[in-house]
């Protein structure tokens, strides 16, 4: 028998629909009380009686920064493939617009790609930007499509092609047009780990002739100059904290936050805990003009009823109240 629920963030359908932030923004709350209980406890430290700590930064920082260089040398290597086709093959069938518009976006990369650092970022980040308003205009379209289906009759002529077009939008084109921004992001915050050594690099490569060092291989043995902060470490366990919580679902973070409460009551008042398990992640964006103080509702039937009441009225009941506010006004009441 299925488990019961109480609420709806326990309902998959009705998660998705509203809570569509969910995951989000629970590891956000986990994140945002460690990050704070990390910087308390290392803020008034030293940083030079921290050696076990920089050790682990620096092999922490080796890792993180190999990782993102494979990941930036795979997303390069994908968005300068002009036919990427084999890669959205899963998707059956696939759909020809979104696939026109993906090999678009591929088509400009390997046409326009910058040749230095210099303008990497700001043509990653505008083709982000044009590609996020072609996924605007096929949100708009399946939205559209849905709303003809909410509104037509069963039995209605074109309610099979409609169908078939929303299914083909909805299972094809949106999920592989989102899986190609999401590629985008990515390899665009790349760039926030990447971004100072390959400029490094390249002003290296024009101060001298003789530089001949590839640029993978320089960012592979890149040892910044910078001096390491007991901020800097402490970014790095928030990092590293963050990744340990990618995988678990809602029950698994909540569960976490539970523990969080049960440990700190007093830091987790009742009204915050109910605001961070029945609110995270839900959208309020259509809801968000309609919201009205109750004062006001309450203001407004009072109104109504001081209305009728002097509507019941004589004219003589009318002008002796009127007499008795004016003496109260002139303090002779």
């Given at each position: 028998?299925?488990?019961?629920?109480?609420?709806?963030?326990?309902?998959?359908?009705?998660?998705?629909?509203?809570?569509?932030?969910?995951?989000?923004?629970?590891?956000?709350?986990?994140?945002?009380?460690?990050?704070?209980?990390?910087w308390?406890?290392?803020?008034?430290?030293?940083?030079?009686?921290?050696?076990?700590?920089?050790?682990?930064?620096?092999?922490?920082?080796?890792?993180?920064?190999?990782?993102e260089?494979?990941?930036?040398?795979?997303?390069?290597?994908?968005?300068?493939?002009?036919?990427?086709?084999?890669?959205?093959?899963?998707?059956?069938?696939?759909?020809?617009?979104a696939m026109?518009?993906?090999?678009?976006?591929?088509?400009?990369?390997?046409?326009?790609?910058?040749?230095?650092?210099?303008g990497?970022?700001?043509?990653?980040?505008?083709?982000?930007?044009?590609?996020?308003?072609?996924?605007?205009?096929?949100?708009?379209?399946?939205?559209?499509?849905?709303?003809?289906?909410?509104?037509?009759?069963p039995?209605?002529?074109?309610?099979?092609?409609?169908?078939?077009?929303?299914?083909?939008?909805?299972?094809s084109?949106?999920?592989?047009?989102?899986?190609?921004?999401?590629?985008?992001?990515?390899?665009?915050?790349?760039?926030?780990?990447?971004?100072?050594?390959?400029?490094?690099?390249?002003?290296?490569?024009?101060?001298?002739?003789?530089f001949?060092?590839?640029?993978?291989?320089?960012?592979?043995?890149?040892?910044?100059?910078t001096?390491?902060?007991?901020?800097?470490?402490?970014?790095?366990?928030?990092?590293?904290?963050?990744?340990?919580?990618?995988?678990?679902?809602?029950?698994?973070?909540?569960?976490?936050?539970?523990?969080?409460?049960?440990?700190?009551?007093?830091?987790?008042?009742?009204?915050?805990?109910?605001?961070?398990?029945?609110f995270?992640?839900?959208?309020?964006?259509?809801?968000?003009?309609?919201?009205?103080?109750?004062?006001?509702?309450?203001?407004?039937?009072?109104?109504?009823?001081?209305?009728?009441?002097?509507?019941?009225?004589?004219?003589?009941?009318?002008?002796?109240?009127?007499?008795?506010?004016?003496?109260?006004?002139?303090?002779?009441?």
């Amino acid at each position: 028998m299925a488990a019961q629920k109480y609420f709806q963030w326990q309902n998959d359908i009705l998660l998705k629909d509203i809570y569509p932030m969910r995951l989000v923004k629970l590891r956000d709350v986990l994140v945002f009380f460690k990050e704070a209980d990390l910087w308390a406890e290392y803020k008034n430290k030293n940083i030079a009686a921290l050696t076990a700590d920089v050790a682990e930064y620096k092999r922490g920082m080796e890792a993180a920064r190999k990782a993102e260089i494979d990941k930036y040398s795979k997303l390069k290597t994908y968005f300068l493939t002009k036919d990427v086709s084999a890669s959205f093959a899963k998707y059956k069938p696939v759909e020809t617009e979104a696939m026109a518009l993906i090999q678009k976006n591929h088509d400009l990369f390997a046409a326009s790609w910058p040749k230095d650092i210099r303008g990497e970022r700001g043509f990653i980040q505008s083709r982000i930007e044009s590609f996020k308003l072609q996924l605007g205009f096929a949100r708009d379209r399946a939205r559209y499509l849905q709303r003809q289906l909410d509104g037509m009759l069963p039995e209605h002529p074109n309610r099979p092609k409609v169908q078939a077009e929303f299914k083909l939008k909805s299972e094809s084109s949106m999920p592989m047009l989102l899986e190609e921004m999401e590629k985008l992001r990515e390899f665009d915050l790349t760039y926030d780990k990447l971004g100072a050594p390959k400029l490094e690099w390249y002003k290296l490569t024009k101060a001298d002739p003789n530089f001949k060092t590839p640029e993978e291989e320089f960012l592979r043995a890149y040892d910044s100059k910078t001096p390491i902060t007991v901020k800097d470490i402490a970014r790095l366990k928030v990092e590293q904290f963050a990744k340990t919580l990618a995988a678990k679902d809602q029950y698994q973070l909540l569960a976490d936050i539970r523990a969080r409460f049960e440990k700190e009551p007093k830091r987790f008042p009742v009204w915050l805990q109910y605001m961070i398990v029945h609110f995270s992640g839900m959208r309020y964006k259509s809801a968000h003009g309609s919201w009205a103080d109750p004062k006001d509702l309450l203001a407004r039937l009072r109104v109504g009823e001081v209305k009728k009441a002097q509507a019941a009225l004589s004219d003589g009941e009318v002008e002796a109240r009127c007499k008795e506010k004016i003496a109260q006004y002139e303090g002779r009441a």
